[in-house]
């Protein structure tokens, strides 16, 4: 498969080109915010970001980096990566820093890896885990839609090599759809995780073109339906984001049909814009309606609804098991 089939047309526009530490060309996102920032919306008092640090916040960044390992916390810009390194969490990026797509909220790099997975991330992986003590991990991945399976044999055998260095640990898969290839799907929810996880983003209408468009609001939904009744001890979730120019209605819509779809989690937060050359926010959500959309959203059956401003879909995940005591030994 060529590099140019692997990033279409609505690739971030006015993109630099760099060559990683592995040779692959990729897109980088970080381009000048320049004047453009200046037709911006202006941050409301409530969305305000607290700095921390301290030595387990230096202790997760050095295992992180130590051992090789790509964050979703730092490659997608995460507001509450200080938050969660400082508390001793992180969400482990698997099969690189280069995705395959390029969805038009997303900070991360894109470009072709054009096959390259690491062999020893397996077991760079569950030592990571072990040394940070951690007792539920996310671990989630870019797309690779240059791979047969997208990944997901490689997904499956991070899973298992964490549960067994860790068999205490929980773990929740935070996946790629896998191009709807429910087979796929199956390779990665047999693996002994507790949560399978993949993000809807956004409500139908707005999937195209906020996200790629080999990504589907349809097979979203499909491949956490599929998830569900192939395992259905296994937890299913989604992440929607809100901002980006959706009405209550298509909101509560969405709900529905992830409930028809079994989806025990769902979680909300607040789009953020990484650069200017991104998908536009319409809007700040506020703290109230938010709010009311836990309500509503618990009220339609969900397990849990964690919804807020600067949530994220793996911010403090394990508090929602822990709350609800299920998942966890």
Sequence with gaps: MSEDKLIPSVQIPSGEKFVNDRGITAIKDGI????????????PDWLRIRIRGGATYEKVQSIVHEHKLATVCEEAKCPNMSECWSSGTATIMLMGDVC?????????????????LDA?????????????????????????????????????????????????????????????????????????????????ETVERLTHPVRDPRASYRQTLDVLAHAKAHRPEVLTKTSLMLGLGETEEEVLQCMDELREARVDILTFGQYLQPTANHYPIDRYVTPQEFEQYRTWGLEKGFLEVVSGVLVRSSYRAEQVLLKNNVGLN
């Design 120 to 200: 020893q991330e397996p077991d760079n992986t569950a030592r990571s885990v072990a040394l940070m003590g951690l007792k539920y991990v996310v671990l989630t991945s870019v797309n690779r839609d240059d791979l047969p399976d997208g990944g997901a044999g490689h997904y499956a055998a991070c899973v298992q090599r964490t549960k067994e260095h860790n068999p205490e640990t929980a773990v929740e898969a935070l996946t790629p759809d896998f191009l709807g290839n429910l087979r796929d799907v199956e390779t990665v929810v047999d693996s002994g995780i507790e949560v399978f996880a993949q993000n809807v």
């Design 100 to 116: 395959t797509r390029a969805c038009r909220f997303c900070a991360v790099n894109t470009g072709n890896p054009k096959g390259w």
């Design 32 to 43: 000048k915010a320049s004047n453009a920032d200046s037709g911006r919306l202006r941050k």
